[in-house]
Nanobody
Framework: QVQLVESGGGLVQAGGSLRLSCAAS????????MGWFRQAPGMEREFVAS????????RYADSVKGRFTISRDNGKNTVYLQMNNLQPADTAVYYC?????????????WGQGTQVTVSS
């Protein structure tokens, strides 16, 4: 069992920045990949970025490359998403996910989500 708690969302103007945090707790965290996903109103949830506790190896959606940075602090069991040059299209609920693999058979856990709103 893994518990995830997101924080750091809010309202920001276009061009601004936010940093999201995801505090993880539970057993065998190092066995999980950590990811950020987002869901805008009326849209499907989509991948944003992911990272491995052990190797790092960040991955990004094309839409956020060069603007968002995912990182982790193994000592604090916390994953971060630094979001720069935010645009209205980035408005969504952002969810943290812990998952064992990219397979559809993966074991996974979701956080409760944090709202990010970017005004034009």
């Amino acid at each position: 069992q893994v518990q995830l708690v997101e924080s750091g969302g809010g309202l920001v103007q276009a061009g601004g920045s936010l940093r999201l945090s995801c505090a993880a707790s539970g057993r065998a965290l190092s066995a999980y990949l950590m990811g950020w996903f987002r869901q805008a109103p009326g849209m499907e949830r989509e991948f944003v970025a992911s990272i491995s506790w052990s190797s790092g190896s960040p991955r990004y959606a094309d839409s956020v490359k060069g603007r968002f940075t995912i990182s982790r602090d193994n000592g604090k069991n916390t994953v971060y998403l630094q979001m720069n040059n935010l645009q209205p299209a980035d408005t969504a609920v952002y969810y943290c996910k812990a998952f064992t693999s990219w397979s559809v058979e993966s074991t996974y856990y979701w956080g409760q989500g944090t709202q990010v709103t970017v005004s034009s």
